[in-house]
């Protein structure tokens, strides 16, 4: 739960695509263990220059070239397999935002950590990376729970730990590039841009925020609170246009993201809302009922989601000729890593093994069921032993998958036996 916690508070990087006009029936492309995304949540996305989809999951970060996946993990040189947010600078390289007190980046398919990179350790992080902006003079910011770290161009590092007196310890503070790239900070009611070594007071709002604030170069939304503020610079000062909006002011917001010049994407933890800034009302939704947590807007035009629990989510603006007919999958309910690839159960009492090629790409995929008496049908926990036996917790069942198949088609044979034994 604390790494779900630190998820949620994560920002996304923004792109500007062209507006999208969606059919009443959309089509889509559902990124399961079929396909070879071997993970059950997509924590975070990003579409980089070389037209890769890059995804943060709970087993590691996943490359998708167009027709299949890479894994790339620990073994690679990931700080954590769990990774919330990536963010591409100008210099070609891809950074990382691990679960773990440290930055790691990506470059030609390389990751590099501390370890690889020594000016890493300059960062000196107290606890995991919240998020990294570069402005335009080329200066790093990294958030941290309560520290806000500038990395210049010239190598200095410094620590801010307060915004105008504030202090940023248990404080929510929303951060963006302005319209000139710089860094813009959001306290309470008053906004703050960074200039001349410190941040100034540029404006203040005639409301407080009350929860996940949206915010890029030209507007502000919080539809906690029901406002939605255009705003642009003029001689230093903010001239903003404020707008009420009542919309899914009752939803958890998780993420938003800009699709296009009047649309922004939202998810919650019911489901993904276009919004109109124009008309100031939803246009369409998708995955009602599921948690959406990251989203892109990628150069095709087409929509990706990551939700908790479902995978990943392509959906297409241009009607698809074929897509192949997958039957629903069954929710995953326990899942481990391994060296060679990882293992899990479902609620349809069956066990699903992965296995990776040198290369990072799934090799072999195998689904047994544990067993077909429907009385034992949740597993919510499976290891082998040293004897090679497949053990399950809570159903005093014994499973051995290389001795005792059952039939031909993978079906394993259930041995009674005593609770903890084996």
């Known amino acids: 739960m604390r790494r779900l916690s630190y998820f949620l508070v994560l920002l996304p990087a923004l792109c500007l695509p062209r507006a999208k006009v969606w059919s009443r029936e959309k089509n889509y492309i559902h990124y399961r263990w ?125 620590k801010i730990r307060s915004i105008d007196g504030i202090p940023l310890a248990n404080k929510w503070v929303k951060y963006w590039l302005g319209p000139g790239q710089e860094l813009m900070a959001l306290v309470d009611d008053r906004i703050y841009r960074w200039g001349n070594k410190a941040f100034h007071q540029v404006s203040t709002l005639p409301f407080e925020v009350k929860g996940y604030t949206y915010a890029d170069s030209s507007l502000i939304c919080d539809f906690q609170s029901g406002k939605q503020i255009q705003y642009r610079d003029t001689a230093g000062s903010l001239v903003m246009d404020i707008k009420n909006t009542s919309v899914l002011k009752s939803a958890g917001t998780l993420r938003i993201v800009r699709l296009s010049r009047e649309e922004l994407g939202i998810g919650t933890d019911a489901g993904f809302y276009i919004y109109n800034t124009g008309s100031l009302h939803i246009t369409d939704s998708f995955l009602t009922g599921c948690r959406v947590n990251a989203i892109l807007s990628a150069r095709d035009g087409a929509i990706w989601l990551g939700t908790t629990g479902k995978g990943i989510y392509r959906f297409m603006t241009t009607p698809v000729k074929s897509v192949k007919g997958i039957p629903e999958q069954a929710p995953i309910l326990y899942i481990r890593g391994t060296d060679k690839g990882m293992y899990g159960t479902t609620d349809r009492s069956e066990l699903i093994q992965a296995v990776w090629s040198s290369r990072g790409l799934m090799e ?37 998958l290389r001795r005792h198949p059952q039939r031909t088609d993978g079906l394993l044979q259930r041995q009674a036996t005593r609770p903890g034994a084996g």
């Open 34 to 158: 079929e396909q070879g995304f071997t993970a059950i949540n997509g924590y975070a996305l990003c579409h980089d220059w070389n037209g890769y989809i890059w995804i943060g999951t709970e087993n590691g970060v996943m490359r998708f070239n167009g027709y299949d996946f890479r894994l790339y993990t620990s073994r690679d040189g990931l700080p954590d397999n769990e990774v919330f947010g990536f963010i591409e600078n100008n210099d070609g390289r891809l950074w990382l935002l691990p679960f773990a007190n440290t930055l790691a980046y990506i470059r030609t398919d390389v990751i590099y950590n501390e370890a690889t990179d020594t000016s890493l350790r300059k960062y000196k992080l107290a606890s995991c990376p919240l998020f990294i902006y570069f402005d335009a003079e080329g200066t790093s910011w990294i958030y941290e729970q309560g520290i806000l770290t500038r990395h210049t161009a010239k190598g200095q590092v410094q």
């Open 364 to 400: 072999k995929l195998r689904n047994d069921i544990i067993n077909p008496n429907p009385s034992y049908r949740q597993y919510v926990f499976i290891a082998r032993n040293r004897r090679g036996q497949w053990l399950s917790f809570g159903q005093n069942t014994k499973c051995d």
